[in-house]
Each structure stands twice: as structure tokens, then as C-alpha cells.
Nanobody
């Protein structure tokens, strides 16, 4: 059973930066694509970014150029570096392993002045 544990959320001012981490309970080299999604109350969870087993990345239009997804295979960890944060980036951010349809518990990111 794969488990995902997110961390790194918090309160940040507009224009600031945060880095989220997703610790995976097994080797991520065999898991395949890993992704980040986010959700705000009363809205559907939305795709943010993904990285496949070859390291190819994909981003939602709303975050492209500001967010960077990366991974450390040796540490079984996937990261989401978020720069130039906007008020609209406020959400609960979830790590996702699509091959196993496993989600983390989420970490709150609040962008506020």
C-alpha cells in the first residue's frame, strides 16, 4: 500500500514563495507519474502539475512559469516549488499517485496580505 504525506503548506504574502513536499512510502522510480492537485471549498479538485517516470513535467495554465514540480528519487519525495504566489493560489494542495489512485491528506496553502 502506497502512502503519501504532504508537508510545507502555510501562510504567505502575495508574491511570496513556498515549497511543498510529498513523501512517498516506497520507491517513486517504480510508481510512474506523480502529480499535485488543489482544491478550494465548493469547487472541484483541479490539476496543478505532474512529473512522469522520465522526468517530463506538465503544468496547469494558471501556474505555468511560477510553479516547478521536481523529485528526489533517492529520498522518495516529490516537490512543488511555488513562486510569485497569488491570492487565487489559496487552496488545499494534494499529492497524487495516479497509477495507484492514492491521495495524500493535503496541506493548506493560504496566500494573504
Amino acid at each position: 500500500q502506497v502512502q503519501l504525506v504532504e508537508s510545507g503548506g502555510g501562510l504567505v504574502q502575495p508574491g511570496g514563495s513556498l515549497t511543498l513536499s510529498c513523501k512517498v512510502s516506497r520507491s517513486i522510480s517504480g510508481i510512474g507519474t506523480m502529480a499535485w492537485h488543489r482544491q478550494v471549498p465548493r469547487k472541484q479538485r483541479e490539476f496543478v502539475a505532474s512529473i512522469n517516470r522520465n522526468g517530463r513535467t506538465a503544468y496547469a495554465t494558471a501556474v505555468e512559469g511560477r510553479f516547478t514540480i521536481s523529485r528526489n528519487i533517492a529520498q522518495n519525495t516529490v516537490y512543488l516549488q511555488m513562486n510569485s504566489l497569488k491570492l487565487d493560489d489559496t487552496a488545499v494542495y494534494y499529492c497524487h499517485a495516479p497509477s495507484f489512485d492514492i491521495w495524500g491528506q493535503g496541506t493548506q496553502v493560504t496566500v494573504s496580505s
